[in-house]
């Protein structure tokens, strides 16, 4: 695919020259092979040390690998999210790329602003929601059946007088990197929820860490939640977790892991972990762009039905750290929202 800036790009174009030279040098190619598909990952942040981002590269790499003449590159974007934009705009201007992968909620917003400069780019994003945006093809996960498992997780454990880290006080813990939409309006209802419908009266702590990196405040606000009478926390601080978890093991109190497997990080202090089946979704609506198969202008919610969002009841940590009649009731539950019994729409935001 190879597209022309129009005359009304060219005052964007010479803004961002900088980056595009940048992006350009970033994906030079690394071996000379006949390319027929071309694949740029977007990765806002940095690959390593994320395990959405690694799920991600991981999944699409995967699919490219299954096809002949597919080359995948993959660009950095940093934490800035006032420099995604330039990047997306940069990576559409070459006319190189088939497809643009990445992943990130505010993702569908700028990449449908790219697109208007450049209509015939074609965008997936996974864990975005792109209200059907012609150039893209958007696939969010349900959230509120990720946050409310746990949540449910998080009730048992509070509830439970087996465990030798729960106190008498009820509460439970949810540390934010930031306040964000789907934060504020699904992840921590729908915790709270979760955690009520095993008992009403318990109660959530909400923390803002205000970044995705700091570990030692996120230790100092966990602790203080932990003091409080936080039984568990859930973690979604990025960088942040690590102090979380340090909290834990020094004050006595157990973590809850989100988006992928947790329970490696600190065995018997990450005692639950939801996760999402990131890399499954990005390999097979990778497949499909380079097949042919994969429409445009089509926003998908998967969850707990569709096989991608799950609560990890497999790991044998899981099953040696965990009493058993919590696990069974997690089975149930899970197995409710896996038939249907139990349903928790994902509000598009």
Known sequence: MKQ?????????LAIVGLAAVTFAVACAPEEETEVSYSIAVFVPGVVEGSPTYEMLVDGVRRAANERDGVAVRVIEGGFNQAEWSEGLTSLSATGEYDLIVSSNPSLPEIAAEVA?????????????????????????????EQAFL??????????????????????????????????????????????????????????????WYDAGTAQELAGSMIDRGADVILTIAGGGNQGV????????????????????HEPGVVLG?????????????????????????????????????????????????????????????????????????????
């Open 150 to 211: 746990n949540g449910y997780f998080a009730g048992l454990v509070t509830t439970h007088d087996g465990l030798e880290h729960v106190r008498d006080a009820g509460r439970i813990g949810l540390l934010a990197g930031q306040e964000y939409p789907i934060m504020n309006e699904v992840i921590r209802p729908a915790f709270a929820l979760g955690a009520q419908t095993v008992d009403p009266d318990i109660e959530v702590d909400f923390r803002v860490l205000g970044n």
């Open 273 to 349: 972990s939801s996760i999402i089946r990131l890399d499954t979704i990005a390999y097979e609506r990778t497949l499909e762009a380079i097949e042919g198969t994969r429409s445009f202008g089509v926003s998908e919610v998967v969850g707990v039905r569709e096989g991608y969002v799950d609560f990890d009841t497999e790991h044998s940590l899981y099953e040696r750290h965990v009493p058993s009649d919590i696990r069974a009731e997690m089975e149930e539950i899970v197995g409710r929202l896996h038939a249907g019994e139990l349903e928790l729409e994902m509000p598009r935001l």
């Open 116 to 144: 208007e400069d450049f209509p015939d780019q074609r965008f997936l994003i996974l864990d975005g929601y792109g209200h059907n945006h012609e150039s893209m093809a958007t696939v969010l996960f349900n959230q509120r």
């Open 245 to 264: 978890i340090a909290a834990a093991k020094e004050r006595g109190g157990y973590v809850l892991w989100f988006d992928s497997p947790g329970y490696d």
């Open 4 to 12: 022309r800036p129009s005359a009304a790009t060219a005052l964007k």
